[in-house]
């Protein structure tokens, strides 16, 4: 089967990080995905890929197998310059890491053209709140009809949060709410710091109870809550934008 000069580019976008994970050519390579990405959802975590087909054959069929931890899950997949959402062909690969396709034949009109180039954006999410913290790779292949198959490069990534996990956690139990954000804060502050802002956890739980609660449900709150306020001098701020990484 001949080989052609197909490159492909691929980077991560890390909504904890509000910013891509970029090997150093990657950036000049894909250039506006930021745009895209606000678009779309910038808090959810991103694999995006960069087919460039320097050469002068017309690719109308091809396609692009994923391999990844099975604790990750790639739900959908969208090409840049179409309205539609592809979900993705999940298959075990190994006990420990899953398969996903994505397959574009010819009847959909999508082609990789010569000199052009195609970007494809998979969302990313994780299946068990264990999972969190961790490193992943994503790796893979493309392949296209009457072309060689050339293998994706695998792409490192900590998936550190998770959209609507705090929240979850915190409604259910305030106390578990400040163990997570002590174990996704501490690397970022220090504990004095994180320590500050999770002893605060309670409280706001309460004043959100107090806030959908009747007439005699308030009074009781600030019965009990009136004596507990903690009074310090030395309060350490942390950033107003550290709860986006929840």
Same mark, same amino acid.
């Given at each position: ?8 580019? $691929? ?79 999940? $298959? ?5 890491? #899953? ?25 990313? #999410? ?5 999972? +969190? ?17 050339? #293998?994706? $490069? ?51 739980? #309460? ?37 986006? +990484?929840?």
């Amino acid at each position: 089967m001949p080989s052609h000069p197909i490159a492909i580019t $691929r980077t991560i976008y890390d909504p904890a990080l509000k910013d891509f994970v970029f090997d150093s050519p990657e950036g000049r390579v894909m250039p506006n995905i930021r745009q895209w990405i606000d678009k779309q959802n910038p808090v959810i975590y991103w694999y995006i890929l960069r087919v460039d087909n320097p050469s002068e054959l017309l690719l109308d069929q091809w396609a692009i197998e994923l391999y990844t931890h099975q604790a990750l899950n790639i739900t959908d997949a969208y090409i840049d310059g179409t309205d539609r959402r592809f979900e993705l062909k999940k $298959r075990e690969r190994d006990p420990w890491s #899953d398969k996903y396709v994505l397959s574009i034949p010819k009847q959909l009109g999508i082609p990789i053209v010569g000199s052009g180039a195609r970007r494809i954006f998979f969302k990313v #999410d994780i299946n068990c709140r264990e999972g +969190l913290m961790h490193e992943y790779g994503i790796s893979g292949k493309f392949i296209a009809q009457g072309v060689e198959a050339i #293998d994706v $490069r695998e792409k490192m990534f900590r998936y550190s949060c998770k959209v609507g996990e705090f929240r979850q956690i915190f409604n259910n139990n305030p106390d578990e709410a400040s163990v997570y954000a002590e174990k996704h804060l501490s690397t970022r502050y220090s504990s004095n710091s994180v320590q500050v802002f999770t002893n605060s956890f309670r409280m706001i739980h #309460d004043l959100c109870k107090y806030c959908n609660s009747g007439p005699i449900g308030r009074m009781t709150f600030c019965t009990n809550s009136i004596c507990c306020i903690p009074i310090s001098k030395k309060f350490p701020r942390l950033p107003i934008n550290v709860l986006t +990484l929840f």
